[in-house]
């Protein structure tokens, strides 16, 4: 039995339909689900800024080269 407070990862039971993220309720979040996501949290953040994921991806790979990460690992990052 968990005890309070325990996080720990509960193992998948059955066949992984690959599946990354999942709603509350353990089903798989729907085609634009993270998208909405995003943007309203860019909305709430207030900046002047609007965006969805390809903004976090823009921000990602312009942190890593400010950050002096090598070419291969951003364009391996960016391709996906």
Known sequence: MPRKGDTKAKPIV????GTLFLTTLGEAFAANR??????N??????????????LLR???ATLM?????DK???SRYLAM
């Open 65 to 69: 080269l400010e950050g002096g990460a």
């Open 34 to 39: 993270m998208t909405q996501l995003v943007r």
């Open 41 to 54: 949290y860019v909305a709430a953040a207030d900046t002047d800024k609007t965006g969805s994921c390809h």
């Open 14 to 17: 059955g066949d992984d339909d």
């Open 58 to 60: 823009h921000t990602m």
């Open 72 to 74: 291969s690992p951003r």
